[in-house]
């Protein structure tokens, strides 16, 4: 090439293909908000960190899968508790022999047996199948799923009738265990939501910021070097194309005067 020596000429061409690709390095990281090259260490520390961050996410989910399922569990047990509260007001109703005959008082047991029986479809509604909650992104982090136990709720109620006296009394007695039966399950639920699944969410969702901000350090852009660097570039780039465009101009020229 005319103007420049065979080294210089290299060296130039060098350096314009080192600029353009310090240059579109530069743009694509300006483009999309993310380092277009890591260094080898940074990029393995950088995975880890995204892997942490994502398997926080699901845990942060299961968390709050495992909360929804505790509210529909609250709302089945607070309907339970409503049907059984109206069978024993209707138990106390029929234990009132000198109004209710026998025809009234097997009116009434057609209507505790339903509310027992809708009380038994609630609370069945409201446990889940033997397993656990993953409250956390690593092995070990993990809580029983047992909300409400049907059994310790329904087996009292079992046969309840309200058709003799001895037996309204019977069924207040019933009634009144699955009640504080109820009861207890239903605290126990919103001592799980409060001292076990809502702190979970609260400290992975801590956890998962941090995480994320050092993933950020690491392969977010910084506009402002980035942008410097991308005009430093362009401006070696730029001035390596004129630079060749002369010395093609030259050697043109150099030719047009040869015979």
Known sequence: MIGLSGSKELFVIQSLQAATRERDYSLQSLASGRRARLAPAELVLATQLQTQVDSIEQAIDNVESAENLSQVAQGSLQQAQDNIREARRLAVAAANTGVYDVEAREALQAQVQAGVQAAERFMQSAALNNGQFQIGPDPGQAIPAILTDPASVTTPLQGITVLTEQGSYNAMQATDAARVEISRQSARIGSLQADTLRPAARSLRIRQEALMRSHS?????????????????KILVESGITVISRAVIARQRALATLP
Do not use: G, L, S, W
């Not at 350090?217 to 570039?233: L, V």
């Open 217 to 233: 350090t690491i392969a977010d852009t910084d506009f402002a070097r980035e942008t410097t660097r991308y005009i430093q570039k």
